[in-house]
């Protein structure tokens, strides 16, 4: 079924055919379709352009077939199963997406944009507020290996392990708390670190 915006275009075309053989302009043909499509119109200069090929014989107000794949990654279908997997997994990437249909990342991108509303949040530069290495466990590692001379790498690693294990899991847990408090505050601030 064509949409709507189609149906104009042809019905355009076809008066764009017609006036011509009754002696109009392309600029007061171009009028006429202003006055009754208002904004669906086709510009002056396609109205001239079709005037044109009319004149040299085309027949059809038809677009002639393009060379190359169609376009059918936006297929009702396809809207259906990335909204359907967005709702089930909030977390999922539009690389995962693409991956999971066999769709470019540009289509899914599409997909969500165009056809689901959904509108990209620019991600937030780097702050060491925000990450909870940075606000909570790198200072307390370092105070704790501080002084102490390794002999090899692997001593490192176990002592990182051994300071890691210490920790009560409650302390992660506020961390975590924490954590999601300065992400809300920063989304509530549209990206303003000053806040924190």
Known sequence: MASKSNEFLLEQRA????????????????????QVY?????SE??????????????????DDPRMGQPIIATTANNIALVAEMCDSDTHITIEQLAT?????????????????????????????DLAPCDFWLFDGL?????????????????????????????????TFLKWMERLKLVVEHKGDFEHL
């Open 142 to 174: 370092k105070m704790h290996l501080a002084g102490t001379v390794f002999g090899e790498q692997m001593q490192i690693g176990r002592a990182i392990q051994r300071y890691l294990g210490d920790i009560p899991q409650e302390e992660y847990e506020k």
């Open 38 to 42: 208002g904004g669906e119109s086709c």
């Open 45 to 62: 200069s396609t109205a001239m352009k079709w005037s044109l090929r009319f004149r040299e014989g085309r027949v059809s107000v038809e």
């Open 15 to 34: 008066y764009i055919k017609i006036r011509p053989l009754l002696g109009e302009t392309p600029r007061n043909i171009h009028q006429d379709l202003v």
């Open 100 to 128: 999971s249909l066999t769709l470019s990342t540009g289509s899914v991108h599409a997909i969500l944009t165009k056809h689901l509303g959904l509108e990209e949040l620019e991600h937030p530069p780097y702050s060491p």
